[in-house]
């Protein structure tokens, strides 16, 4: 029965909230950030800098998506 000012008094057929899941914190968003800001800094002054950007995008890549598939 529900009161006509307030029309949803009765919880009973409602679902109980799932639990909240959040990721613990890692370093692969800095490393990845980091990677990107080299290979374009890189790309503008020095290949050396733009290998460094190169690789450690696509380690903070591979880190962060083999984290992600075994949540």
């Known amino acids: 029965m529900s009161d006509p000012v307030n029309p949803v008094t009765h919880r009973d057929e ?3 909230p799932r639990p909240v899941n959040i990721p613990r914190s890692t370093a692969w968003p800095l490393g990845t950030a980091s990677g990107i800001m080299l290979f374009a800094w890189g790309f503008v ?8 950007g190169v690789v450690l995008l ?4 591979y880190g962060w998506i083999g984290e992600i598939r075994h949540e």
């Open 14 to 16: 409602w679902n109980a």
């Open 45 to 52: 002054s020095s290949p050396i800098v733009l290998g460094v």
């Open 58 to 61: 696509a380690v903070s890549l």
